[in-house]
T-cell receptor
Framework: KQEVTQIPAALSVPEGENLVLNCSFT??????LQWFRQDPGKGLTSLLLIQSSQREQTSGRLNASLDKSSGRSTLYIAASQPGDSATYLCAVGQGGGSNYKLTFGKGTLLTVNP | GAVVSQHPSRVICKSGTSVKIECRSLDFQATTMFWYRQFPKQSLMLMAT?????????EQGVEKDKFLINHASLTLSTLTVTSAHPEDSSFYICSARDPLWQGSSYNSPLHFGNGTRLTVT
């Protein structure tokens, strides 16, 4: 059974800092890994999707890496801003066709202080 | 981009009543939608996969008679929590695959609704 762990559970940083969020998973047989942002009481916004054959993806100030063999992914946020404050979720996709499903971690609650 | 709309955003109901949650894909067709549940400080857990025109596929441990899923059209899936109890209080959220994804469908990013906060008193 796939288990996804995110460390740290919570992180508070001053504005402008670069930071790294960590995600690990127990079963490396994945199709992809996706990072999401969730604002309080809201749905999820997809940030980055990394295919199993890829090593990293970048979007603006965000960079996500994937080391499938070791079961790890990191989300790097450069020059953090108060608007980045949210919960960041990591999810791995497995199973082919109609069996495809995402397994989520519990998230990292990020607070960026002005 | 693809938008998934979920309604209502919040609902409070009395124990024993039923509650229906709607999930709509706006401006695109979604043959498959996914329903998740999230308890406070916990992961999102997949409840079921909703397939248009056929029966939903439920995850292990999810009671199909309690959580009724109907995917009657290509743009609408509904989740009905029947005979709700306080332990059903949770955040329910639906998602659909990106319709513009060019690769294999199983690799498609998912677009999520804004969720429904259900409180059963």
């Amino acid at each position: 059974k796939q288990e996804v762990t995110q460390i740290p559970a919570a992180l508070s940083v001053p504005e402008g800092e670069n930071l790294v969020l960590n995600c690990s998973f127990t079963d490396s047989a994945i199709y992809n890994l996706q990072w999401f942002r969730q604002d309080p009481g809201k749905g999820l916004t997809s940030l980055l999707l990394i295919q199993s054959s890829q090593r990293e993806q970048t979007s603006g100030r965000l960079n996500a890496s994937l080391d499938k063999s070791s079961g790890r992914s990191t989300l790097y946020i450069a020059a953090s801003q108060p608007g980045d404050s949210a919960t960041y979720l990591c999810a791995v996709g497995q199973g082919g066709g109609s069996n495809y499903k995402l397994t989520f971690g519990k998230g990292t609650l990020l607070t960026v202080n002005p | 981009g693809a938008v998934v709309s979920q309604h209502p955003s919040r609902v409070i109901c009395k124990s024993g009543t039923s509650v229906k949650i709607e999930c709509r894909s706006l401006d695109f067709q979604a043959t498959t939608m996914f329903w998740y549940r999230q308890f406070p400080k916990q992961s999102l857990m997949l409840m079921a996969t909703s397939n248009e025109g056929s029966k939903a596929t439920y995850e292990q441990g999810v009671e199909k008679d309690k959580f009724l899923i109907n995917h009657a059209s290509l743009t609408l899936s509904t989740l009905t929590v029947t005979s709700a109890h306080p332990e059903d209080s949770s955040f329910y959220i639906c998602s659909a695959r990106d319709p513009l994804w060019q690769g294999s469908s199983y690799n498609s990013p998912l677009h999520f609704g804004n969720g429904t906060r259900l409180t059963v008193t």
